[in-house]
């Protein structure tokens, strides 16, 4: 008898990884599936860096690397936070990983103990409360509204810091609501944080070149310098370069911190793949002008969709200032029935609603912290988007109130 450990009995699978996946099996049942859960881009990777990871195999760049990473990638990311987030870090101070998730599970497995509290601000990236819970420690949320535009307020955070409490994580622009701070709302959480050293700070930056209207990005640690020694800055390639396959993520913070994430790591993958290292090595030094071309067709998504959505009675979709999710609230729509005669009571009901009808697939917002609302991707062509929003509508239009 095969016996599955308590630990793995305390998580759930990841309800966006799950999506996916149904929508894929419609298809190859031959359903005609309009699939907007995707946390990915559309795009291809860019060919200089397609090429530099064809280089790197030429050259036998196929061995074992450093467990961090390479010095070479190390150093360009080193120079990547200098430029562009006003962070120095050494090269000791850098570690790659395998996707950005795994950074945070490094992270996590490092530092916590059982008990230990980690702040998560509502609504959050599906993953988080579970990491957290995976190494014993006990996730504590903090709720937004829409009225507050899905950010966390620092009285809030304040009310949610006590003597347990390891970690407070931010993720901005935020999946899946689009939110992003502003350096004086930073500033205002940072001044809480200051007041309580035991905490540490992990900002999920992932979404950092996604980001529209021309607002400034700013981090944490680059607003507030007094947190630098206790706050992991978490990034990657996946998203601004289209590399989510290539499962490439990084981060940088105090040195011990760094050694402590590196020796797990080196007792469970060893190192990211030395030919995706190779091409983040060519997306960050590389070329930048593809991220800002595609930001502008992420930014007419953008407004396409909200526009569709905000016209459906029923439904409200607050425009994200960063991100490629749309976050709507459903809650106008419960009480509702279906023709096969079901109550709309949650945005559970209603995203299954969706897909029984008109086989859209969406993502509910309880996988958030927020039941009201659900999660479509704009990361497809406007064909698809249109077809989506085509098919929202229908399912809208054919409850009875």
Request: neutral net charge.
């Amino acid at each position: 008898m095969i016996t599955i450990s308590s630990r793995l009995q305390r998580i759930k699978p990841s309800p966006s990884s799950m999506a996916g996946q149904r929508a894929r099996e419609l298809r190859e049942q031959g359903k005609d599936v309009v699939g907007l859960t995707s946390g990915e881009p559309d795009f291809d990777t860019p060919e200089n860096i397609r090429e530099a990871a064809y280089q790197a195999m030429e050259d036998g760049k196929t061995k074992y690397t450093d467990v961090g990473g390479t010095p070479a990638l190390r150093e360009a990311i080193a120079d990547k936070f200098r430029k562009e987030n006003s962070l120095e870090y050494s090269k000791e101070q850098v570690i790659v990983c395998t996707g950005a998730k795994q950074v945070i599970f490094n992270a996590f497995m490092s530092t916590i103990n059982p008990g230990d509290e980690v702040i998560v601000p509502v609504p959050y990236w599906v993953s988080y409360p579970d990491i957290a819970l995976l190494a014993e420690g006990r996730p504590v949320f903090v709720q937004s509204t829409v009225e507050n535009r899905f950010k966390m307020r620092p009285q809030d955070l304040e009310e949610a810091i006590t003597d347990k409490t390891r970690w407070v994580v931010l993720n901005y622009p935020n999946n899946p609501s689009g939110a992003v701070y502003s350096r004086e709302e930073l500033a205002a959480l940072a001044a809480v944080l200051l007041r309580h050293p035991h905490v540490m700070v992990l900002t999920d930056d992932i979404y950092e070149h996604i980001i529209y209207d021309n607002k400034k990005y700013a981090t944490i640690a680059e607003v507030e310098p007094g947190l630098k020694d206790r706050t992991l800055t978490v990034n990657g390639v996946s998203k601004s370069y289209a590399m989510t396959g290539w499962r490439l993520g990084y981060a940088a913070g105090p040195r011990e911190l760094i050694r402590s994430m590196v020796k797990l790591q080196s007792q469970s993958t060893s190192n990211a793949s030395s030919i995706s290292q190779a091409a983040a090595l060519e997306a960050l030094t590389g070329p930048q002008h593809l991220v800002g071309e595609r930001l502008k067709i992420y930014a007419g998504r953008r407004d396409y969709v909200t526009s569709r959505i905000n016209k459906i009675p029923g439904l409200h979709c607050h425009v994200p200032e960063g991100a490629f999710y749309v976050f709507p609230l459903c809650q106008g729509l419960f009480g509702a029935r279906t023709r096969a005669g079901q109550t709309i009571e949650n945005g559970d009901d209603f995203v299954r609603h969706l897909l029984d009808s008109e086989m859209l697939v969406a993502l509910q917002g309880a996988a958030y912290g927020m039941p009201a609302h659900f999660r479509i991707s704009f990361a497809t062509s406007m064909e698809r988007l249109a077809e989506g929003c085509d098919r929202l509508e229908r399912a809208c239009l054919g409850l009875e109130k």
